[in-house]
């Protein structure tokens, strides 16, 4: 019956700062919130845990992964990830399992055997390199989702997932807090200081993201731009190589690094536009969250990026090209009516039904239902 309650286990490689928990967690309390049971499991952080999450399974799905060092220590986590899961799934029965990337999905996957539950996977983006590997593993799922058309072309080209098991659903943001336009203010003269252009990236500092190429831009643009000025906010596994190489590219005087922040949409009100110079990505969160401040993006050409950006909202750039990166930037910048104009149109944007929160939520219930056999 449609209203029959879902009982959902959603499973992280590891629960820290990143966009992925951020989704599985407000996919969480949406469902919750509509009388659903939902758990969680995977590798313990800051953002979710047994002290935070009461029945939270902890599980070694980390060290399944990449961070499992050699082979040998991998296969061994993932022997023990599966036993445990499979321990827990004959006590705690669900309708479905959701994971989120491959690891998660191998370890579902093995626990599950004969035990007739759906899995379904999200691919959240990985390095084109990686895709075929994903796809070995989402081909034994029941359901691949991802939030990007072009991850799904990947998917199906490179990983050879099957059309009729792969499904494209938005992600939902968060609508964007109000903040006070002195605040605003005040921190783009902070951050502006004797600059004319204010750049503000906002991401994890990791290889994915591509921070050491927006050093390597902010380089290049230092030499014909000096009035820009850029700000990075987050905070990451790379933070002292990347301050690091940027001391020592000699760009510390137009570059800051503020760390991690709870306001990114203060900062993103306050620049004039949001940098992206990732590697990978699938649908990013901080695009969307630019466009709810009505704030331009320049970004790399990454799966769902092209989706999101066009000369209407901003510019899509060759991934890890610094000249062309500086060229869409100063493009983007030397005409105040053009970036104004892209501004209301982001802000537009950022409305839409696929950023929606209850609107792309509600179509992950439809989903699991038909996935569980429990209601259309």
Sequence with gaps: MSGD??????????FGVGGI??????????????????FLAGTPDVWASPETEPAFLDLPTRYVAGEGANMPHRLSNLGRASWRLRQWLRQNPVDLIHAHESAPALVADLARMGMNIPLAVTYHGSEPERIAAFGRIARRC??????????????????????????????????????????????????????????????????????DILID????????????????????????????????????????????????????????????????????????????CGTPAVASACSGVVELIDDSTGKVVPIADVPAICEGVREVLEDPARLAAMGATALERSREDRFRPDWVHEQFEKTYRALSGKGA
């Design 217 to 292: 831009c902010a380089v290049e643009l230092k030499k014909t731009n000096p009035g820009y000025r850029f700000v990075v906010a987050g905070d990451g596994p790379d933070e002292a190589a990347l301050h690091a190489l940027a001391a020592e590219k000699g760009v510390t005087d137009v570059l800051t690094f503020v760390g991690r922040t709870s306001r990114p949409h203060l900062y993103l009100r306050a620049a004039d536009i949001f940098l992206l110079t990732s590697r990978w990505e699938a649908l990013p969160f901080t695009i969307v969250e630019s466009f709810q």
């Design 142 to 211: 029941d359901l691949v989702i991802t939030p990007s058309h072009r991850s799904a072309e990947d998917l199906a080209t490179i990983g050879g997932v099957p059309q009729d098991r792969l499904k494209v659903i938005g992600l939902g943001v968060a609508p964007a807090p109000d903040d006070p336009e002195a605040e605003v203010a005040a921190l783009r003269a902070e951050l502006l200081g004797d600059g004319t252009h204010l750049l503000v990236t906002i991401a994890r500092l990791m290889y994915q993201k591509g921070v």
């Design 21 to 38: 928990t951020r989704h599985i967690l407000a996919l969480r309390d949406w469902m919750r919130g509509q009388g659903h049971e939902v």
């Design 5 to 14: 309650k879902l009982r959902v286990l959603q499973m992280g490689t590891q």
